[in-house]
């Protein structure tokens, strides 16, 4: 059971309660089908174990396969899902890959533990000690609830082994993620039920400003770049400026209509139906989001405060 879902149902029954405190007669016949339903909602909620909640994560919000998951002439090979990327980082910091993140014992992680892999996911080091390259968004991910950490951590060791010896990192210079205000250390015990919460932390998990927050020259500025964009990235796609999400009226999303944020994560359409390029083409995953996962996402984008 995940820690939203522990949330979920303490909210339920501090509602029931209130009910039975004011409870009449007739009142009490209401209380009753009301609590079959909320029950019925709990059960509904408490039957996502953690292996599920970790898949949701994985492959509604966090896309870990854009990274690890190699590609073939017609997209990601799923067959070959998790066992390292083919996206090549070289930069004057390091030269990386997307792992091998399969169970495999000798090319992947199989020989970790979940614990070995909830240091890495948020604090970046693995158990040999050597840190992994902030292209890792190890940063981002720091936010994570215990909750949802263990269930991450719990649903890598049931995907498919793959064998796939990955090319070793080459590390140059030390290199450390920029933390993110906010992101530092988790959230707390529960997943946020404040919308912008809630939003705040899935486009965290989701790592929407690692683009949107880049300045031109590549570098992260969480202050004074939030939400503008203006870097321009480049790859089998061609090359596209990153755009500014900030609520600036023209030259941001503040004219935008929810359902038009929505359909912009869920379909990878413009607001004029452009079709959006690749770094921002995750509809495969967004749009297995929960409503109330979209909703709040949307309700976050809303509040970035406008720039130009
Ligand atoms: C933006 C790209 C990106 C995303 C998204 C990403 N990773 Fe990574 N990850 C990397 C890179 C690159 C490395 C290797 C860095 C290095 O070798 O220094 C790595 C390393 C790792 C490692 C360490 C394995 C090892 O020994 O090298 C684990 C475990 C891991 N990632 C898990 C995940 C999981 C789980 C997710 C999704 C929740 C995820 N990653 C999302 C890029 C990414
Ligand atoms: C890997 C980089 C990357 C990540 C992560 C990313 N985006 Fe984007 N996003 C882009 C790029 C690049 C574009 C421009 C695409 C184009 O013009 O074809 C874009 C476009 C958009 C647009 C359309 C804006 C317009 O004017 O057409 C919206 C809205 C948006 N992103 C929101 C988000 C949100 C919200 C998240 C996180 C949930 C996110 N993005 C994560 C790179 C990214």
């Given at each position: 059971m995940n820690q939203f879902t522990y949330g979920e149902a303490a909210r339920l029954q501090y509602e029931s309660s209130t009910l039975i405190r004011s409870a009449g007669a007739g009142a009490m016949i209401y209380f009753f089908a009301v609590l079959a339903v909320l029950c019925a909602a709990a059960t509904r909620a408490a039957a996502e174990t953690p292996i599920e909640r970790g898949s949701y994560l994985v492959n509604a919000v966090m896309v870990c396969d854009g990274c690890h998951t190699p590609r073939g002439p017609s997209g990601l090979d799923m067959e070959r899902r998790f066992s390292g990327g083919s996206i090549v980082w070289d930069g004057p910091a390091y030269t990386v890959h997307g792992s091998n993140?399969?169970?495999?014992?000798d090319t992947g992680i199989g020989a970790w533990s979940e614990e070995d892999i909830k240091r890495v996911l948020i604090s970046g080091v693995r158990p040999n000690g050597v840190s992994v390259a902030p292209q890792m968004p190890y940063g981002f991910y720091r936010i994570l609830t215990p909750g949802d950490l263990d269930a991450i951590a719990a649903y890598l060791k049931t995907v498919k082994p793959v064998s796939n010896e990955m090319p070793p990192p080459v590390y140059k210079a030390a290199a450390y993620p920029v933390p993110l205000p906010g992101a530092e250390t988790s959230i707390g015990d529960a997943v946020p039920q404040d919308q912008v919460k809630r939003g705040f932390y899935l486009a965290t998990l989701a790592h929407?400003?690692?683009?949107?927050?880049?300045?031109p020259d590549g570098t992260q500025d969480f202050k004074n770049w939030w939400g503008k964009g203006g870097h321009e990235m480049k790859g089998p796609f061609g090359s596209v400026v990153v755009a500014n999400i900030s609520s600036h009226k023209e030259r941001g999303v503040?004219?935008?209509?929810d359902a038009e944020l929505k359909r912009a994560l869920t379909e990878g359409i413009s607001r004029d139906g452009r079709v959006l390029k690749l770094p921002m083409a995750r509809q495969r995953y967004?749009?297995?989001?929960?409503e109330q996962d979209l909703d709040a996402i949307v309700a976050w984008v809303r509040t970035i405060p406008p720039i130009e």
């Open positions: 993140i399969t169970p495999d014992r929407c400003m690692e683009c949107h927050s880049r300045k503040g004219a935008w209509t967004f749009s297995r989001m929960t």
